[in-house]
């Protein structure tokens, strides 16, 4: 049985700190970068919404279920974005990464992939997750894009699965990366950023 507990992660300019309420202003900076809550396929909470999305993500934490972060960029300092682990299900050695978005202008660059390989690495190398799954909207095609040029195997889809913001129900396409996979998908994200082909989103 796996044991989670905030903790920062660090790698390649990126620092993942647990989040917190004094993420709050950076956090709704960086959604105001490219008015990302206007996309009603994700979970960017529109301007005023940030604290209380802060304070669903602890609750989360609080519960069991959840283990939030704000990423921060650490040659300019600022806060760019968010992601979680969530749908954690210690007794079968199970975690899903989602809750991730990033400000407008980190989109397409080493963000998104250090972020998935600092995650993943912790999952399977210091948690001992035998699974790590990842989900995101039928209509996120740029993400499922994304999802896949990690390496996760495309499971399929959950019909009327997820309520959204907007109050509609979407179905989730649903992806998974099993231990015995995680060596290859490491030296495949460590091969792109020493590329620098930033094309996981």
């Given amino acids: 049985m796996i044991a989670i507990s905030p903790i ?37 909470p529109a301007p005023g919404e940030t604290a209380a999305y ?21 040659a300019s300092g600022e806060i760019v974005g968010t992601t979680r682990y969530h749908d954690i299900v210690p007794a079968i050695e199970r975690v899903e990464i989602g809750w991730t978005w990033y400000a407008a202008r980190c989109q397409r660059t080493h963000v998104n992939t250090t972020c998935k390989l600092l995650l ?34 495309r499971e399929g889809v959950l019909r009327h699965h997820q309520a959204r913001r907007d109050g509609t129900v979407r179905d989730s396409v649903m992806f998974s990366i099993l231990a015995s996979e995680w060596r290859e998908v490491k030296r495949h994200l460590e091969l792109r950023l020493s590329r620098g082909d930033h094309g996981l989103g």
């Fill in 8 to 44: 920062t992660l660090e790698g390649r300019g990126i620092r993942l700190e647990p989040l917190s309420l004094e993420h709050e202003p950076g956090l709704g900076a960086a959604a105001a970068d490219g008015a990302l809550w206007e996309l009603w396929y994700t979970s960017v």
């Fill in 54 to 74: 802060i304070d669903t993500a602890l609750a989360g934490q609080a519960a069991g279920h959840m283990l939030p972060w704000a990423v921060r960029d650490l």
């Fill in 120 to 153: 993943l690495a912790h999952a399977f190398e210091s948690l001992g997750c035998a699974v790590v799954g990842l989900r995101t909207d039928t209509f996120n095609v740029r993400s499922q894009r994304a999802i896949e040029a990690l390496g996760a195997t």
